[in-house]
């Protein structure tokens, strides 16, 4: 099976209360990319950079499985740049900066070799691209799931709702949801979300775990309890890699896979967060996730 990712790839400065980083590399489609190589599939990126991004980044990424053929880089240009602070409650945080730059006027285009993909995971950019790759595959995917944040509903919120009419299944955080839906408590967030277009819905809560809404039903899944979370940036985008990549590699996109999926999605992240950007991601290997899945196992197991 095969999984298109749309996403930025991009620098980032990050100050949790552990420390400020330089310039890193980060992105949505970064995180999403290599959360879902942990599943073995063919993962498709389409984004944009400028020349300033290291080509290792990108080296590393195609020995992972990562095709790179969508991957667009603009000569004389700079690359997506976001700056964010974290304070003692990492749930929230503040961004300082955001510059655009090549994202500013990115067309996305969807190599040949790109049609045909089973499912679709559109990360975190500008809502009119993330609809345009759905325009410009010539086949509908089995599943499409896209992420978004307040940025964009501050800003673009007309082509947003028009893009949601068009998905699947939205993965969103627990104030972004109340941001868009204009409802407090989740359940009706959820049920205004579903009104709006996505027939599936993922809560993220952070710490607190994770919440899948489909028509009347609805499924949890905790957080991991960690000692530490050194930095939370990337988490979600690692979930829903984990989340799409699990999906696509079972080619199973019920409800009760979802479920599954969602225990992947959170696994991954956990691990996305030990160490400052994709530091621990790219070190990851495939025998520390199955024994932190079975953590998961273990720490909802009950009889009753
Ligand atoms: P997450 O912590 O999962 O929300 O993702 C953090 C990543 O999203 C960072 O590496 C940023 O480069 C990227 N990012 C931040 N703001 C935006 C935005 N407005 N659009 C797309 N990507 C963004």
Redesign the pocket.
Known sequence: MSLLVV??V???ILETPYGKTGRIV???G??ICYSASYFGLETRLVAVIGDDFPNEVIEDLQKRGVKTDGLQIKEGEKS?F?Q?RYHDNMNKRD?LV?DLNV?ADFDPIIPDTYQNADYVML????PTVQQQVIERLHQRPKLIAMDT?N??MDHTPDELNQVLKMIDVLIINDEEARQLSGEYLLVNAARKIQEMGPKYLVIKKGEHGALLFHEESIFFAPALPLEQVFD???????FAGGFMGYIAKTDDYSFDNMKRAIIYGSALASFCVEKFGTERLAELHKEELKARVQQFIDLMNVEL
Do not use: C, E, K
Request: charged share 5%; aromatic share 20%.
């Open positions: 996403g930025t991009a620098f980032d980060g992105g949505s970064t995180y997506f976001w964010g961004t955001t994202l990360g975190n950019l500008t944040m940025f964009w939370p940036t990337g988490a979600g985008d690692t």
